[in-house]
């Protein structure tokens, strides 16, 4: 149920190389998109619904629904902004077992992912964040319960700096969960150009060729009162730990810092990370269970 989200930050440096070279300065470089797609929530037994969602533009986008389990009462409704790479079906391991949990989710691919037209490409991927607020707003089974933001990776970083600037958006949450989310596009690129040897001499030039403006670091300490929760793993090899902790000193309180095991963004392959989150939402305001570092699953050295 998982793919490998975020990969061109990690092990495609020498691509990356040319694509900087090429491209210059453009925020293409941050997404590596999939087209169509290759199975849908019903492979993992889940009911679901497809969405055309339409951009301000006119961009049509492609969504999937995905209800509370039937016979589960509606503990609220996640928006769930997934990575740079794939689409939709690369991404339904970060939220399958909410359903179960009582969340209906709202998974969408942005412009040029999947089934969504177009090409993703900064400032107007802003755009698709906002059809789907705006489908949330509307939608009558989403009314009067608690609303979630999850986004990991990319995913979560394109969410704080959309919050940032649409205050009328974060106030309607109730929580917000980011995972393995870069605090600057161009520190992590410079971390992925350092780890090759074709690239590594010119890592710190290359990677001013990386917008930087919309990262996470400028503009998390502008959403004060709604809690937040940031997942980052220690093994993460895409996207390093540092970039967690330095989003979690930046962001106001209130916050909690999870370090979790494991690859970039698989954080909920495992069940006690989905626990932590399902306990989160239970009080996100006095959430204070978190798990000491020695009692981190080790993926390595199963207890």
């Given at each position: 149920?998982?793919?490998?989200?975020?990969?061109?930050?990690?092990?495609?440096?020498?691509?990356?190389?040319?694509?900087?070279?090429?491209?210059?300065?453009?925020?293409?470089?941050?997404?590596?998109?999939?087209?169509?797609?290759?199975?849908?929530?019903?492979?993992?037994?889940?009911?679901?619904?497809?969405?055309?969602?339409?951009?301000?533009?006119?961009?049509?986008?492609?969504?999937?629904?995905?209800?509370?389990?039937?016979?589960?009462?509606?503990?609220?409704?996640?928006?769930?902004?997934?990575?740079?790479?794939?689409?939709?079906?690369?991404?339904?391991?970060?939220?399958?077992?909410?359903?179960?949990?009582?969340?209906?989710?709202?998974?969408?691919?942005?412009?040029?992912?999947?089934?969504?037209?177009?090409?993703?490409?900064?400032?107007?991927?802003?755009?698709?964040?906002?059809?789907?607020?705006?489908?949330?707003?509307?939608?009558?089974?989403?009314?009067?319960?608690?609303?979630?933001?999850?986004?990991?990776?990319?995913?979560?970083?394109?969410?704080?700096?959309?919050?940032?600037?649409?205050?009328?958006?974060?106030?309607?949450?109730?929580?917000?969960?980011?995972?393995?989310?870069?605090?600057?596009?161009?520190?992590?690129?410079?971390?992925?150009?350092?780890?090759?040897?074709?690239?590594?001499?010119?890592?710190?030039?290359?990677?001013?060729?990386?917008?930087?403006?919309?990262?996470?670091?400028?503009?998390?300490?502008?959403?004060?009162?709604?809690?937040?929760?940031?997942?980052?793993s220690l093994d993460d090899q895409v996207v390093p730990l540092s970039n967690g902790v330095?989003?979690?000193?930046?962001?106001?309180?209130?916050?909690?810092?999870?370090?979790?095991?494991?690859?970039?963004?698989?954080?909920?392959?495992?069940?006690?990370?989905?626990?932590?989150?399902?306990?989160?939402?239970?009080?996100?305001?006095?959430?204070?269970?978190?798990?000491?570092?020695?009692?981190?699953?080790?993926?390595?050295?199963?207890?």
């Amino acid at each position: 149920m998982y793919s490998q989200p975020g990969k061109i930050f990690g092990t495609f440096a020498p691509l990356l190389l040319g694509l900087l070279l090429g491209l210059g300065g453009c925020s293409r470089l941050l997404f590596y998109p999939q087209p169509g797609l290759p199975f849908t929530p019903q492979r993992a037994g889940l009911e679901y619904r497809d969405l055309e969602l339409r951009a301000a533009d006119g961009t049509r986008l492609h969504a999937w629904w995905l209800p509370a389990r039937a016979g589960v009462a509606v503990n609220g409704t996640v928006l769930h902004l997934h990575g740079n790479g794939g689409n939709l079906a690369s991404h339904l391991g970060g939220s399958w077992w909410l359903p179960e949990q009582g969340y209906q989710v709202l998974m969408l691919d942005y412009r040029g992912y999947g089934l969504s037209a177009g090409d993703p490409a900064l400032p107007e991927l802003y755009q698709d964040i906002d059809a789907a607020f705006a489908w949330l707003e509307q939608a009558p089974e989403v009314q009067g319960k608690p609303l979630i933001l999850l986004g990991q990776s990319i995913g979560g970083a394109l969410a704080v700096h959309y919050l940032a600037g649409h205050p009328q958006r974060y106030e309607r949450l109730s929580a917000l969960v980011l995972d393995g989310v870069p605090a600057s596009y161009r520190e992590v690129a410079r971390y992925a150009l350092g780890n090759a040897w074709l690239t590594w001499p010119l890592q710190v030039p290359l990677s001013w060729l990386v917008p930087d403006g919309d990262s996470a670091i400028r503009s998390i300490r502008q959403l004060k009162g709604v809690p937040l929760l940031i997942y980052h793993s220690l093994d993460d090899q895409v996207v390093p730990l540092s970039n967690g902790v330095r989003l979690y000193q930046a962001a106001p309180p209130p916050r909690a810092f999870q370090p979790t095991r494991g690859g970039h963004v698989q954080t909920f392959a495992e069940p006690v990370w989905r626990e932590v989150m399902l306990r989160f939402l239970d009080d996100p305001q006095g959430f204070a269970g978190l798990r000491r570092l020695a009692e981190l699953p080790n993926p390595e050295n199963p207890q």
